[in-house]
Nanobody
Framework: QVQVAQSGAGSVQAGGSLILSCTVSGRTPNSYTTGWFRQAPGKEREFVAG????????GYADSVKGRFTISRDSAKKTDYLQMNNLKPEDTAVYYC??????????????????????WGQGTQVTVSS
């Protein structure tokens, strides 16, 4: 059974940094891709970053490019979202999502939340000005 566990919620001032972690159990790292999404109050869930199962391909929303970095530690079965230079508009609940993929899709990541079948519990990130 696949389980997605998140950690790393927090509150910081603008310009600060946080790192979120996402650990997927029940699958080997080369069989799933990971995406980070966020949802602010009154807004739709939006894509933040994605990483392929190989770790070779990554993608980011324009709003976080140059500030956020997604990475994978396959040995720990954990993906990370390093968030630097945080802004108040980054305040949201952040979700990690996992998608099973086949052996010929290891360099693909997905930016649509409907593509993902497994979700973490969500963690609150609050950035004050």
């Amino acid at each position: 059974q696949v389980q997605v566990a998140q950690s790393g919620a927090g509150s910081v001032q603008a310009g600060g940094s946080l790192i979120l972690s996402c650990t997927v159990s029940g699958r080997t790292p080369n069989s799933y891709t990971t995406g980070w999404f966020r949802q602010a109050p009154g807004k739709e869930r939006e894509f933040v970053a994605g990483i392929s199962s190989s770790g070779r391909s990554t993608g980011y929303a324009d709003s976080v490019k140059g500030r956020f970095t997604i990475s994978r530690d396959s040995a720990k079965k954990t993906d990370y979202l390093q968030m630097n230079n945080l802004k108040p508009e980054d305040t949201a609940v952040y979700y990690c999502a996992s998608k099973n993929i086949g052996p010929f899709m290891r360099d693909l990541y997905y930016a649509r939340w409907v593509d993902y079948g497994y979700w973490g519990q969500g963690t609150q990130v609050t950035v004050s000005s």
